[in-house]
């Protein structure tokens, strides 16, 4: 299967920077999101790294490892189908963009951001980057019609389908 798929309307489409942050989105997203849920004491000493984080209210840290795990296992279906999987770029680059504008900033600007933090910072930088990078963006922002790569087919008779019973047209 190629990496690139060129298309009239969209224009080059790579499909190796798609896959590659599918891949690595589901086993962060996988691993530290599950060790999130099964061992949330672990997780904060490592997600924090060379940091650990304070105590988590187990509510919202719960809720946070099941959203990271459930984005992880839904790009390991990105992998198979990498168009129909982009909206997950999308919420991770706008829940990211929200926490730098809402979070960060304003802790940063008044002194507030603590050095456990900076893990996150460099980490959804770096999501970012990633996610602006492989985002097709013609192609996201386009009408909803069906990708035409190549010519369609010529028209194919009707014919039964042999082997399986009572499916015989």
């Known amino acids: ?37 099964i061992a949330p004491d672990f997780s904060r000493k490592v997600v924090g790294i060379p940091f650990s984080l304070p105590v988590q209210d187990p509510v919202m840290y719960g809720a946070v490892a099941g959203i990271w ?28 963009s929200l926490w730098f504008v809402f979070v960060f900033f304003p802790m940063y600007f008044s002194g507030e951001f603590p050095d456990y933090g900076w893990a996150s910072v460099v980490g959804n930088l770096i999501w970012m980057l990633l996610d ?8 996201l922002f386009a009408k909803d019609e069906p990708l035409q790569t190549v010519p369609a087919p010529a028209a194919r008779s009707a014919a039964p389908i042999r082997g399986v019973a009572g499916l015989a047209r």
């Open 1 to 37: 299967m190629g990496q690139t798929i060129y298309t009239e309307k969209y224009g080059k489409i790579n499909l190796f920077w798609i896959r590659l942050l599918y891949a690595c989105t589901a086993f962060l997203g996988i691993t530290v999101g599950s060790t999130m849920l």
């Open 69 to 96: 795990t459930t984005v992880g296992i839904l790009c390991v279906f990105g992998l198979r189908a990498p168009l129909r999987f982009l909206p997950l770029f999308t919420l991770q680059l706008i829940y990211k």
């Open 132 to 139: 602006i990078k492989a985002i097709p963006w013609r192609y």
